[in-house]
């Protein structure tokens, strides 16, 4: 392993609060250097319609910190991109683990930088999050799911004005 996955490691171990489940999850791998150049190697990447991987701590996998500065990087370019922040943002989820989560996540998110977030109350199919953009006139849309791929994963699929 190299000494990178193990600087970014204790970076979140210094950062994360005490009880926080990334930290204890962090801390169960703490001498299994595979695991944690695995889950620090790299910073997970935008495929074709957003981030999925692995439910997990790590730069490299899905978990709060992942969502959040995804997040946060669509609402930057929402504002910088001169779209209109009240038109909103739709975001849905699926029943995957910790996908009701991401989701109420990515909507403070949004929140917080004044771009409306309309949030389904429930699981929705990925065709009424795309139906729901339309229909509001919406910026875009996130999804979480990771569709077909197997249950550890997770998935953050973005969707712009015309619902794909």
């Avoid at 959040?68 to 995957?96: E, F, H, N, W």
């Avoid at 910790?98 to 109420?104: A, I, T």
Wanted: charged content about 25%.
């Amino acid at each position: 392993m190299k000494n990178e996955q193990r600087q970014a490691y204790e970076q979140w171990l210094e950062k994360l609060p005490a009880g926080d489940p990334l930290r204890e999850e962090l801390l169960s791998i703490k001498d299994d250097e595979g695991q944690i150049y695995e889950r620090f190697y790299k910073e997970i990447e935008f495929g074709t319609a957003g981030l999925r991987g692995i439910c997990a701590a790590g730069t490299n996998r899905m978990n709060s910190l992942t969502v959040g500065r995804a997040t946060q990087g669509i609402a930057s370019y929402i504002l910088q991109s001169g779209k209109d922040p009240d038109a909103g943002v739709v975001i849905a989820y699926d029943c995957r683990y910790h996908s009701k989560e991401f989701s109420e996540l990515a909507a403070e998110i949004f929140a917080g930088n004044g771009i409306h977030a309309y949030l389904f109350p429930s699981m929705r199919p990925t065709p009424e999050l795309s139906f729901a953009i339309r229909r509001l006139g919406a910026v875009g849309g996130v999804n979480m799911t990771a569709s077909h791929n197997p249950k550890e994963y997770n998935g953050y699929k973005v969707y712009w004005e015309d619902g794909a």
